[in-house]
Nanobody, 115 residues
Framework: QVHLVESGGGLVQPGGSLRLSCAAS????????MGWYRQAPGKQRELVAA???????NYADSVKGRFTISRDNAKNTVYLQMNSLKPEDTAVYYC?????????WGQGTQVTVSS
């Protein structure tokens, strides 16, 4: 059974930082592209950042230069380092494992940026 478990969300002031983690089990992690998506209230889920199985990252324009995605295949974990956070980054952040046959999703972790 596949599990993606996110952690690291919380409340942070504008300009602050958070690091999200997603621990995967039940998949051959190194073969999957991994991604972070977010969904704000009343909005569609959107891609924030992704990283290929070979470690090549890709970012949404809104987070370029502020967020960094990385992966540790030995730990079956993908990370999202978020710096210079803005109120508009407030959302539930979801981890995604993109496979050839299907995608898997975590349960989400809330990130709130507010003073």
């Amino acid at each position: 059974q596949v599990h993606l478990v996110e952690s690291g969300g919380g409340l942070v002031q504008p300009g602050g930082s958070l690091r999200l983690s997603c621990a995967a089990s039940g998949i051959v992690f190194s073969l999957y592209a991994m991604g972070w998506y977010r969904q704000a209230p009343g909005k569609q889920r959107e891609l924030v950042a992704a990283i290929t199985s070979g470690g090549i990252p890709n970012y949404a324009d809104s987070v370029k230069g502020r967020f960094t995605i990385s992966r540790d295949n030995a730990k079956n974990t993908v990370y999202l380092q978020m710096n210079s956070l803005k109120p508009e980054d407030t959302a539930v952040y979801y981890c995604n494992a993109h496979g050839v046959r299907r995608d898997y999703w975590g349960q989400g972790t809330q990130v709130t940026v507010s003073s």
